[in-house]
């Protein structure tokens, strides 16, 4: 061996455990969801969206796959903050009001409860704009709740948007 190799520094391999441990917990979740769905029909009808949705999932997953492992550490413009009590507060409010916005699809309208999320959301993301929050929310409700018909055969229900 030439002595310009034995100088050479060693390339380690960073893993970021995080990122990779998400991934590879949605590429289980989506593998045993397609698993399902095959095992309890494989009826055209009942495959015809899920399973390409799925196989494209799984696709884009490969392709994030190798941003788990680095050859060198991170500039440190790029490392992620920390997170400070007020940010883990903002996400846990917004998984809050989403399971919030989850249990009152049935029992208070699919249209209030999207409408309140939205609202939430904008709120817990630093909007102050009472028309902008108000804007937003119905002009996204109307479209979800009309794109929600026009894709499902079966009504939710609504208190607003019949």
């Avoid at 009808?45 to 399973?51: A, G, I, R, S």
């Avoid at 902008?132 to 079966?154: C, E």
Wanted: with cysteine; hydrophobic share 55%; aromatic share 10%.
């Amino acid at each position: 061996m030439t002595d310009t190799q034995h100088n050479r520094p060693a390339t380690r391999l960073s893993v970021d455990w995080g990122h990779l441990l998400t991934v590879m917990g949605m590429g289980a979740w989506a593998l045993w969801y397609l698993q399902d769905l095959r095992a309890s029909s494989l009826d055209i009808e009942n495959t015809l969206m899920v399973q390409p949705v799925i196989i494209a999932f799984l696709i884009m997953l490969l392709a994030v796959l190798p941003q788990c492992v680095r050859k060198e550490a991170l500039p440190e413009g790029l490392k992620p903050e920390k997170l400070g009590r007020s940010e883990f507060l903002k996400i846990l409010a917004l998984m809050l009001s989403f399971a919030a916005m989850v249990w009152g699809m049935f029992s208070i309208g699919f249209d209030v409860s999207v409408a309140t999320f939205c609202a939430v959301a904008l709120l817990v993301g630093g909007e102050r704009r009472w028309w902008v929050v108000l804007l937003f929310s119905l002009i996204t409700t109307v479209l979800i709740i009309k794109g929600y018909q026009l894709l499902v055969p079966f009504q939710m229900p609504n208190i607003f948007l019949k």
